[in-house]
């Protein structure tokens, strides 16, 4: 069992910049691979970026590639997202996710999720 805590949503401008956390219990976090989706309202959840359980791999979604990073730290069980250049289309409740195996894209091949925290991005 894992169990996943986000934290680091806010309201900010347009161009500004978040960073948010997601911190796991249990003594297997490394063993995880970590992911970040969010949910607009009336919208599906979607992917943001993943993780392998080392850090070593890390992907991006298109759309927010080069303004979005993802890492984390296996001493403190944490995994980051650092979101640049915010959009107001990025406005969303952030997910974190885990899984054991590597990293994916679909939301259903994770096995835990976070309760979610709120991102709101105003022009």
């Known amino acids: 069992q894992v169990q996943l805590v986000e934290s680091g949503g806010g309201s900010v401008q347009a161009g500004g910049s978040l960073r948010l956390s997601c911190a796991a219990s249990?003594?297997?976090?490394?063993?995880?691979?970590m992911g970040w989706f969010r949910q607009a309202a009336g919208k599906e959840r979607e992917f943001v970026a993943a993780i392998s359980w080392s850090g070593g791999n890390t992907y991006c979604a298109d759309s927010v590639k080069g303004r979005f990073s993802i890492s984390r730290d296996n001493a403190k069980n944490t995994v980051y997202l650092q979101m640049n250049s915010l959009k107001p289309e990025d406005t969303a409740v952030y997910y974190c996710?885990?899984?054991?195996?590597?990293?994916?894209?679909?939301?259903?091949?994770?096995?835990?999720w976070g309760q979610g925290t709120q991102v709101t991005v105003s022009s």
């Open positions: 996710a885990a899984r054991s195996g590597s990293w994916s894209v679909a939301t259903r091949r994770y096995d835990y």
């Open positions: 249990g003594r297997t976090f490394s063993s995880y691979s």
